[in-house]
């Protein structure tokens, strides 16, 4: 029986930053098996530089490991998701986890997509399951990074696609040389136009922005807090009926940037600012729905 037809998800496009990406949204007996998969995956023990997807690390704890470091090595893999291809999935499948061929094959059919101009299949994103997909299918690949870091005593992380290298010492161009020949051998390309080297003054990482003495709140997120709730406190007053669901947004966005401040703080040393005003409106009003 050919199973492919049945997992067959719907995409569909998100431009940010002038770029457009294509995310793909499973139906609800889809997502209920890449749920089930995702489950299993995570009992598997991932490598200790990888923080993307990973429960229990997140994006601050990525940048916590660059803290303090005056030289940073900031690698970007282009169009990853896109780019990655089934035979390594397979292959973590049929030979990491030593699975049936059978098995490993349909396996590898729920987890990946199907390009439409060719026989070819990749990761999706939008999948519960590509996170760590992507992360075991080229785990060999991430590992063998990790082990140029090791060898010139950097620091390394990897967050999905962002691979950082840091150190208190100059780091030679031979590695960024070493990574690019790694990656290469993979057939996936470094992002030229966001790969780079440089000396640490205050520089964003995976969205915190990592000083020589530690982490620093970026003023993006600030803003996107001040704005959200500016835009929150109009949709209560307005004149006009807004719908519930545009205030739960609206509530939840003001939340998801209060936690992020107030975790980067936490990670930073720094005294916790005050955001209880912030934070007590958006209750109250939750309350009031």
């Keep these: 029986m050919n199973i492919e037809p ?13 770029k457009t990406r294509t995310f793909f949204n499973p139906d609800i007996t889809q997502r209920k098996v890449l749920n089930r998969i995702n489950h299993y995956l995570q009992q598997i023990e991932a ?15 990525n940048a916590k490991v660059h803290r303090s470091q005056s030289s940073l090595l900031l690698i970007d893999i282009k169009d990853f998701f896109p780019s990655t291809n089934d035979f390594y999935v397979y292959n973590f499948f049929k030979n990491k986890l030593a699975m049936s061929t059978d098995v490993a094959k349909i396996l590898t059919l729920i987890v990946t997509e199907k390009f439409s101009s060719s026989k070819n299949r990749f990761i999706p994103q939008g999948y519960p399951t590509s996170p760590l997909i992507s992360l075991f299918s080229y785990i060999d690949m ?4 990790a082990k140029i870091a090791s060898l010139n005593n950097l ?11 840091s150190s208190n010492k100059y780091i030679d161009k031979s590695v960024l040389r070493q990574i690019k020949k790694i990656i290469s051998s993979y057939n996936l390309k470094v992002n030229e136009n966001k790969t780079r080297a440089l000396f640490n003054r205050g520089s964003k990482l995976t969205g915190v922005i990592v000083l020589p003495d530690g982490l620093e709140i970026p003023g993006k997120i600030q803003l996107q807090m001040i704005q959200n709730f500016d835009l929150l406190m109009k949709s209560i007053f307005s004149e006009t009926q807004i ?5 739960i947004t609206l509530c939840n966005k003001v939340q998801g940037c209060i936690a992020s401040m107030k975790s980067i703080d936490k990670q930073s040393g720094h005294s916790e600012r005050d ?15």
């Design 6 to 18: 049945l997992f067959c998800a719907d995409s569909f496009t998100k431009t940010k930053n002038e």
């Design 47 to 61: 490598p200790s530089y990888a923080y993307g997807g990973i429960k229990e690390r997140s994006y601050i704890d």
């Design 142 to 145: 991430f590992s063998k990074i």
């Design 155 to 165: 620091n390394y992380s990897c967050y999905y696609d962002d691979l950082t290298l």
């Design 243 to 247: 719908d519930k669901e545009t205030i």
């Design 275 to 289: 955001l209880s005003f912030y934070s007590n409106k958006v209750k109250e009003i939750k309350k009031l729905l």
